[in-house]
Nanobody, 114 residues
Framework: QLQASGGGLVQAGGSLRLSCIASGSTSSINLMGWYRRAPGKQRELVAHITYGSNRYYADSVKGRFAISRDNTGNTMYLQMNSLKPDDTAVYYC??????????WGQGTQVTVSS
């Protein structure tokens, strides 16, 4: 089970930090990631972090967003800086286990005003 939080309304140039807490069978998590879906657009991968802490970022967020996990590996964060109106979307966290099972959180709304 995944619980995402931290969304909100912020002005352009501002910052937000999203959190995603995983519960249940967390020992099999291989990868954790953040996706987003903007109005009228398809869901897109924003960033992910592997069990070995390798990170991937979409080009649109490189240099502005940072993904991390706590020491337990059960909580993931997305630090979002220099936010733009184009970052407005519902953000979803997900995990992929070593058995290729995929789980999704409920989504948290991020709105960036110009």
């Amino acid at each position: 089970q995944l619980q995402a939080s931290g969304g909100g309304l912020v002005q352009a140039g501002g910052s937000l930090r999203l959190s995603c807490i995983a519960s249940g069978s967390t020992s099999s998590i291989n990868l954790m990631g953040w996706y987003r879906r903007a109005p009228g657009k398809q869901r897109e991968l924003v960033a992910h972090i592997t069990y070995g802490s390798n990170r991937y970022y979409a080009d649109s967020v490189k240099g502005r967003f940072a993904i991390s996990r706590d020491n337990t590996g059960n909580t993931m964060y997305l630090q979002m800086n220099s936010l733009k109106p184009d970052d407005t979307a519902v953000y979803y966290c997900n995990t992929v286990t070593i058995y290729s099972q995929v789980y999704w959180g409920q989504g948290t709304q991020v709105t960036v005003s110009s």
